[in-house]
Antibody, heavy 123, light 112 residues
């Protein structure tokens, strides 16, 4: 059971970048997937979630309207399309599987996590 | 949004001694189904976060039993009964009651 992120890199402010999260070892379309980021020297910040059925998507206020999460169940992959990137989006981006459904969020815990992919927004 | 706070933010520990971290939420995390929607994670340097406790007090598979979670409503505690050197890192609480999910600022645990 694992998830693996890819697609990070250096990008100029205002540009776009798409991250991928490839899953294996479990029935992908039974699970929601989250993106969480950690800026240099900062704590963990939740970014977005897409539910198992792709119908429900939620975003942090800091990225809403600029980032879009999607999934391709045929490829067992979740994507995070990041537009209008800002310096403050520089971070390691992790994807993680959602587990449990004791509340409307249906994410009692996140596990496994990927190794992360670094996004650097810089001119 | 639910605001999460933790204390202390830094915790020097002695191996073999107990340690405790407090987490508080700006509103109750007690769901109508009786579950407290609070998770604890540990992020070790250079590693991805790992889940320790979910729904306030449930240890995930493989987590040593020296870790325990307690609390309800707005006040939660993570306890380590006897700290080991491998427990160093930053501990985060996170609420899973409602979107957006929110993390506490983290508590850095290191060896004295």
């Amino acid at each position: 059971v694992q998830v693996v992120e890819s697609g990070g890199g250096v990008v100029q402010p205002g540009k776009s970048l798409t991250l991928s999260c490839a899953a294996s070892g479990f029935v992908f379309n039974n699970y929601g997937i989250h993106w969480v980021r950690q800026a240099p020297g900062k704590g963990l910040e939740w970014v977005a979630i897409i539910w198992y059925d792709g119908q429900n998507k939620f975003y942090a206020e800091s990225v809403r309207g600029r980032f879009a999460i999607s999934r391709d169940d045929s490829r067992n992959t979740v994507y995070l399309e990041m537009n209008s990137l800002r310096d403050e989006d520089t971070a390691i981006y992790y994807c993680a599987r959602a587990n449990g459904c004791s509340s409307g969020v249906c994410s009692d815990w996140l596990d496994p996590w990927g190794q992360g992919t670094l996004v650097t927004v810089s001119s | 949004d639910i605001v999460m706070t933790q204390s202390p933010l830094s915790l020097p520990v002695t191996p073999g001694e107990p340690a405790s971290i407090s987490c508080r939420s700006s509103q109750s995390l007690l769901h109508i189904n009786g579950h407290n929607c609070l998770t604890w994670y540990l992020k070790k340097p250079g590693k991805s976060p790992e889940v320790l406790i979910y729904l306030g007090s449930n240890r995930t598979s493989g987590v040593p039993d020296r870790f325990s979670g307690s609390g309800s409503g707005t006040d939660f505690t993570l306890k380590i009964s006897r700290v080991e050197a491998e427990d160093v890192g930053i501990y985060y609480c996170m609420q899973t009651l409602q979107n957006p999910l929110t993390f506490g600022p983290g508590t850095k645990v290191d060896i004295k």
